[in-house]
């Protein structure tokens, strides 16, 4: 039987890799504020945008067995030009509408065997990196949720974070914009290249699959070693 997996967001980028390869199998159902870049793909979507509107209000399956939260920003700036409204946007996008979005599919998500939910943070959080403040205080706070619901609901479902260095992205184009800029950028990682939305799909795809089934509560890396070694 084929499982039911959401996506909050995720009609491009990361999400569209991801819903290439999740849509194969699962009954994929992807609620996003877009819609064109999937007419290819074997999916329902539905209408929503997670900074407005509520979980609720969306006609779901019964159970959900999966669910990707990737709503995200990415806004890099001095601390001293950030104002403390900077602070509550990124908070309001990146983690607290996560958290209403968690709170109404609770009823679903313990109808299933043992849901998988996926979360998105970034290497900036375990790396101290100049400019993230904003960025890093709100996926900080995803880990901190991510592990303790985790815990909460072991193992009634079971959540994941991944945690991703800069990726090829329409988020990440202006830090990308001409081959000199992808040059450094990738020449920051160990593995000497910035990341691909294929890249961070594969590691949803088996995050959201049985291959991972004995894993809750984790932290991945998914950031071309920047985050743990060290090659310079």
């Known amino acids: 039987m084929k499982k039911n997996i959401l996506f909050i967001g995720g009609s491009y980028g990361i999400g569209l890799e991801a819903a290439k390869l999740l849509a194969k199998d699962n009954n994929l159902i992807i609620a996003s504020r877009t819609s064109e870049e999937l007419k290819d793909i074997d999916a329902t979507h539905l209408t929503f945008d997670a900074s407005k509107d509520d979980i609720k209000d969306l006609e779901l399956p019964e159970s959900i067995d999966g ?5 995200g920003s990415i806004n890099l700036k001095p601390f001293k030009m950030l104002s403390p409204e900077s602070f509550q946007e990124e ?12 709170q109404g599919l609770l009823p679903k998500l313990k109808k299933s065997e043992q849901a998988s939910l996926v979360f998105f943070s970034t290497v900036a959080v375990k790396v101290g990196m100049p400019f993230h403040t904003s960025i890093a205080a709100a996926k900080g706070a995803i880990e901190g949720f991510a592990k303790s619901l985790a815990a909460e609901y072991a193992p009634s479902f079971r959540v994941n974070v ?6 090829d992205t329409q988020l990440s184009e202006k830090l990308l914009s001409n081959d000199a800029k992808r040059e450094k950028m990738g020449d920051r990682h160990p593995l ?3 990341g691909t939305p294929e890249d961070i799909a594969n590691a949803v795809d088996f995050l959201i699959s049985e291959k991972s089934s004995w894993m ?3 932290i991945i890396g998914i950031d071309g070693g920047l985050s743990t070694i060290n090659v310079n």
């Open 67 to 71: 669910l990707v939260y990737f709503p």
């Open 91 to 102: 908070m309001n996008l990146n983690f607290f509408s996560l958290v209403k979005v968690v």
């Open 162 to 167: 991944i945690s991703p260095s800069l990726t």
């Open 192 to 194: 000497k290249r910035v």
């Open 216 to 218: 809750t509560g984790q």
